[in-house]
């Protein structure tokens, strides 16, 4: 499985990015997909994740009301919407691949390289 995402940048506050992110290498639809990001200084963390169906979406409690996380199987994509933005928000962000969607949070199977959200006050 390879993961790339992109559409990272700097931003001001309260600005809007999407991320997307392609899985190549095997079958989209069945992984369960999810965003991390880590904070300069801070351990990595979990953002969202949503169903290899596309029925379940789960965020963390800072991205509850701002932030999206939808799939496009067809194009084998996952993206975050991520609108509101604040400068606590910039991090590199990572998209992951998991085969259970219960433990994608914590250890989901695989990892993209990262793309850098910067957001200026």
């Known amino acids: 499985v390879q993961l790339q995402a992109s559409g990272g940048g700097m931003v001001e506050a309260g600005g809007s990015l999407r991320l997307s992110c392609v899985l190549s290498g095997r079958t989209f639809s069945m992984y369960n997909m999810g965003w991390f990001r880590q904070p300069p200084g801070k351990e990595r963390e979990f953002v969202a994740a949503v169903a290899s169906t596309g029925g379940g979406r789960y965020y963390s409690d800072s991205a509850k009301g701002r932030f999206t996380i939808s799939r496009d199987n067809a194009r084998n994509t996952v993206y975050l919407q991520m609108n509101s933005l604040k400068p606590e928000d910039t991090a590199v962000y990572y998209c992951?691949?998991?085969?259970?969607?219960?433990?994608?949070?914590?250890?989901?199977?695989?990892w993209g390289k990262g793309t850098q959200v910067t957001v200026s006050s």
């Open positions: 992951a691949a998991g085969a259970n969607i219960a433990t994608l949070s914590a250890s989901p199977g695989y």
